[in-house]
């Protein structure tokens, strides 16, 4: 007998929901831990150039935008800075990360929202 669209959408829902678990029951294996990431971030490089992370925001949630702060900011190799090209209507993006007083966080707001691709440029 044929199986439905629905069956099929099931399945692989499920099969989804498997590998999340999977990797959430995993994930602490494969992380480094607290040792670990203090010796990473004793290492002095010859040359350690700028990182820069652009990333375009536009109403982004708190939430979000504070996991993407964050894990930026507990990185080990400190030569980084966090540019966020702001589109939003509201300020929402520019609230946010005024809770952080870190100068590897650079801010502009933009003029208008011109999509993913101009606000990143």
């Known amino acids: ?13 499920e099969g989804y929901m498997d ?26 490089f010859e040359y350690a150039p700028l990182v820069s992370i652009v990333v375009p925001a536009y109403e982004t949630a ?11 900011l507990e990185q080990t190799y400190s030569n980084l800075e966090l540019c966020i090209a702001d589109g939003s209507n509201t300020t929402i993006v520019k609230d946010t990360l ?4 870190d ?13 993913i691709s101009n606000n990143t440029n």
């Open 1 to 13: 007998s044929k199986k439905s669209i629905k069956d099929d959408t099931l399945i692989l829902v």
């Open 19 to 44: 590998l999340i678990s999977l990797y959430q029951n995993n994930i602490e294996k494969f992380l480094p831990g607290e040792d670990e990431l203090n010796e990473q971030r004793k290492v002095k």
């Open 62 to 72: 708190p939430v979000f935008l504070r996991q993407l702060v964050d894990s930026v």
């Open 98 to 101: 005024n809770e952080y007083k």
């Open 103 to 115: 100068e590897g966080i650079s801010y502009i707001k933009l003029s208008k929202n011109d999509g």
